[in-house]
């Protein structure tokens, strides 16, 4: 299973951005996926989610209501729409991937393969 995020860059405060996750491996469909963001000199933390059996979607509170998780089954890919970014907002974000059905999905251990990361940054 390889997970690949794209779709990062520099924008300002204000603008929008997607970013996607293209994944490798069998029965897409049936994982859960997530996107994590590591800011310089902090801890990753959960953005958003979304569950395998219906599409059930997690926010953090800090991105609720800007942020947007979204999935094509048919193109094994998952997507973050943001808007309203803020200089907060920077960091570099990873996609994960969760196959064995858990609803612990704001938690970094829940998920079983990660992808590299794309770098977003947003300035003033």
């Known amino acids: 299973v390889q997970l690949q995020a794209f779709g990062g860059g520099l924008v300002q405060a204000g603008d929008s951005l997607r970013l996607s996750c293209a994944a490798s491996?069998?029965?897409?469909?049936?994982?859960?996926l997530g996107w994590f963001r590591q800011a310089p000199g902090k801890e990753r933390e959960f953005v958003a989610a979304?569950?395998?059996?219906?599409?059930?979607?997690y926010y953090a509170e800090s991105v609720k209501g800007r942020f947007t998780i979204s999935r094509d089954n048919a193109k094994n890919t998952v997507y973050l729409q943001m808007s309203g970014l803020k200089p907060e907002d920077t960091a570099v974000y990873h996609c994960a991937a969760e196959m064995g059905g858990s609803k612990y999905l704001i938690y970094r251990r829940t998920y079983n393969y990660w992808g590299q990361g794309t770098l977003v940054t947003v300035s003033s």
């Open positions: 979304i569950s395998w059996s219906e599409g059930r979607t």
């Open positions: 491996g069998r029965a897409f469909s049936r994982w859960s």
